[in-house]
């Protein structure tokens, strides 16, 4: 992200508020702990949702699924900067995602920029790290690049989308513990 994006934000959002050391509370109320077994039970009922939601739609849950990530994504990034460039718009995504999915923009060691063309088509890939959806799905021993998946590609699809204005796919190249690999192709 550019220096100028940076200070175009505190710019913006520049307040007179001031907040001193003894004004930070010392304990998290709830506590962490209650925190995390209310996180790991909404992610079992997500698991459960979207095995139900396989059983009950088959290979149509991964469109459901996708649709409401789409609407959710353009919802959202309606409070979102607009972007004409594609680069800048994932900058801004990855950060106000940050906690839920980190992802970056990633290129082969042999291509100078992050947008590759090939075959007529221009894509950027993304590596997707710490990803809630991806945690979920482990938790419940359920496969990835599935309907839960296809929530999120359709979330940063709508996002980018709204951003820039473009439209975009998003496709699941590789799946793994640690790590996916994702192509966003720009139409």
């Known amino acids: 992200m550019s220096a100028s994006y940076i200070d ?3 710019e913006k959002f520049n307040t007179d508020i001031k907040y001193k050391a003894e004004d930070v509370p010392l304990e998290c109320i709830p506590p962490a702990k209650e925190i995390e077994a209310t996180l790991h039970g909404v ?3 997500n698991g459960l949702v979207i095995r139900s939601l396989e059983e009950i739609a088959g290979r149509g849950a991964n469109a459901v699924t996708f649709r ?5 994504g353009h919802e959202v990034a309606k409070y979102f900067q607009k972007r004409d460039d594609i680069e800048d718009a994932l900058h801004e995504l990855s950060d106000l995602l940050q906690g839920q999915y980190t992802f970056e923009v990633w290129k082969p060691s042999d291509s100078d ?4 063309e090939e075959n007529g088509e221009k894509f950027i890939y993304l590596v997707f790290h710490d990803c809630i959806v991806r945690q979920t799905l482990r938790r419940n021993g359920q496969e990835q690049a ?8 359709g979330y940063v699809v709508g996002a980018i989308e709204e951003i820039t ?3 975009v796919k998003l496709e699941i190249m590789h799946t793994g513990p640690n790590s996916c690999l994702k192509k966003l192709i720009l139409k």
């Open 165 to 167: 204005g473009s439209r």
């Open 43 to 45: 992610m079992k009922l």
């Open 68 to 72: 409401a990530g789409k609407k959710f």
């Open 146 to 153: 599935g309907p839960l998946c296809q929530t999120l590609c």
């Open 8 to 10: 175009e934000l505190h």
């Open 113 to 116: 920029t992050f947008i590759i």
